[in-house]
């Protein structure tokens, strides 16, 4: 099934991982895809030459002059753009008392600022119909020690949806946060056996999510299957958060 034929989407932060995933699922699902990655060696991986229409862009989410490319060469050749994913984001240790300017402005240049003018771009790039899915972490609901400014960021996301969808609701544009929990993939596996073994007692269904699961929960959020869903807010995290 096609849920995805004849739209135009742009998955920012699309070249490994959650986004690879996401990318991955809407070009199967019939939609011309743009992706933006921050490293060139990344992308020829992502624009696979198996007749998928995946267009691959250079560029650094955390730069407004990238950002305004990318949306001008999504205008350029498809015209208009039906759905935008934000999953590009940082996540940086450090408590309280380890806490630096630089850190912060990292975390939240990347993860909020970015978010922000990257939704910006695509709302006004979008006609009735549109959908922005924001791509969070349960680390916005519940507290972890060490990643206090990441969580925050996080709880931003959410809070934007909530605002841009009322915003953004007369235009007939959707606005929804997908939040997974601890999901397997190349920059979770930099955390230690030790780390991973806690994290997965706490997951009621006993072990860590897979990538290819969020990008479902985003597939759903991005289709007409939730055209009458917006502010609101998908955890897929096994319950982690929520029992």
């Known amino acids: 099934m096609e849920r995805l034929k004849n739209k135009a989407a742009l998955v920012i932060g699309g070249a490994s991982g959650i986004g690879r995933a996401i990318v991955d699922r809407f070009s199967r699902e019939g939609a011309d895809v743009f992706v933006t990655g921050r490293r060139e060696a990344d ?3 992502v624009a ?3 007749g998928a229409r995946i267009r691959a862009i250079r560029a650094d989410a955390a730069d407004l002059h990238d950002l305004k490319r990318v949306f001008a060469t999504v205008r350029s050749e498809c015209g208009r753009l039906d759905i935008l994913v934000v999953n590009a984001g940082l996540s940086e240790p450090a408590t309280l008392d380890e806490v630096t300017r630089g850190h912060f402005d990292r975390t939240f240049g990347l993860n909020v600022r970015a978010l922000l003018f990257a939704s910006q771009a695509g709302a006004a790039a979008m006609g009735a119909g549109g959908s922005i899915v924001l791509i969070g972490s349960i ?3 519940i507290g972890t020690a060490g990643y206090g400014v990441y969580g925050a960021s996080k709880a931003a996301v959410r809070s934007f949806a909530r605002t841009w969808a ?6 007939g544009i959707r606005v929804n946060v997908v939040s997974p929990g601890p999901v397997d993939t190349a920059m979770f596996a930099s955390v230690s056996a030790d780390m991973r073994e806690a994290l997965t007692k706490l997951i009621p269904l006993a072990r860590l999510g897979r990538p290819e699961e969020v990008a479902a929960a985003a597939l759903f959020l991005a ?3 939730s055209s009458f869903v917006t502010g609101t807010e998908l955890c897929v995290d096994g319950g982690m958060a929520q029992v």
């Open 43 to 45: 992308l020829p991986a």
């Open 166 to 171: 009322g915003e953004l609701a007369p235009k």
């Open 139 to 141: 680390a916005g609901m």
């Open 48 to 50: 696979r030459p198996d």
């Open 223 to 225: 289709s007409d299957e």
